[in-house]
């Protein structure tokens, strides 16, 4: 990968991105940036060498101030609420000053997938925010976090898991068949993930609201209709975008398909579909 990318690192400054060079904030404890401000190569650092660290070092303080003010996009809320967890979540809700009957609601629709419930839990809190003239900051999920006393969740949402990345060859830069994405479908090699499955796969949650509204009760009809808007979509569809979204909805089954169709050796199989 380091032959094909000149990767860079950095933290928000003033608004934006300031950003050095990964070689050269592996050698340095801060740098300065263009501002004029001195940052700690510490944090990026991490966000690249420990994305699959479950907890947080005894004098992590969280996320930077800057950070907290800004928004977060879908994919964080993927991210916190996959660290979350379910136990935790109802709490966690109503702290964000959401009500009871919220909760009822969500339960009665997307009672048979938890990540789903937490998902549209977590964007009918976004929408409700910012249509009474509010952001739906970082800052705010971080306030409704220590309130529940798990404020370090929130670090976790720029760790991911980079397993897949080992395979990023340029075969899987190919855009899946017609053939393949009916066969993750009619095999049933896709579970109960409609709203997680459509997140990672980029589609808007409007988007994604049509599939379940236009396929009641038809579940491989709704995955079939999010795969088909993805291949059709403006970014190019790649087998390899398509296998990370599967590994992360944790769909072992459709991804063990995927290696075999696109010959990925048996041996990175157990790196695959754990985790």
């Known amino acids: ?15 934006k991105t300031c950003l050095i060079p990964l070689s050269e904030a592996k050698k340095k404890a801060q740098w300065r940036c263009e501002n004029g401000k001195i940052h700690e190569t510490k944090c990026p650092l991490n966000w690249v060498f420990e994305k699959n660290k479950k907890h947080c070092d005894s004098n992590c303080k969280g ?7 800004l928004k977060p996009d879908n994919h964080h809320f993927v991210q916190l609420a996959r660290t979350i967890g379910i136990a935790d979540f109802y709490n966690f809700f109503i702290k964000l000053g959401m009500e009871k009957t919220d ?25 409700k925010t910012e ?28 760790r991911e898991d980079q397993t897949l990345a080992k ?21 049933k090699l896709i579970g109960d993930c409609i709203v997680h499955l459509g997140v990672e796969l980029g589609l808007s949650i409007n988007s994604i609201k049509e ?11 709704q ?12 970014v190019k569809p790649t087998v390899y975008r398509l296998m990370v979204a599967l590994k992360k909805v944790k769909a072992s089954e459709g991804l063990a398909f995927m290696m075999k169709m696109y010959g990925i050796e048996p041996n990175y199989k157990d790196d695959l579909v754990s985790g």
């Open 131 to 158: 249509s009474d003239q509010m952001t739906a900051t970082f800052r705010k999920l971080q306030t409704a976090l220590k309130a529940i006393e798990r404020q370090h969740y929130l670090c976790q949402v720029h």
């Open 1 to 15: 990968m380091s032959d094909l990318f000149d990767i860079e690192v950095g933290e928000i400054c003033n608004g």
């Open 103 to 127: 909760l009822d609601n969500l339960n009665f629709r997307y009672f048979s997938n938890p990540m789903d419930f937490m998902l549209m839990g977590l964007f009918e809190w976004r929408d």
């Open 167 to 187: 395979i990023a060859n340029i075969s899987l830069q190919d855009v899946p068949s017609d053939d393949v994405i009916s066969s993750l479908t009619e095999k």
């Open 211 to 221: 599939t379940l509204v236009n396929h009641p009760r038809n579940l491989y009809g």
């Open 63 to 69: 996320p930077e101030t800057e950070t907290l003010d």
């Open 223 to 234: 995955i079939h209709n999010l795969l088909i808007k993805w291949k059709s979509g403006k």
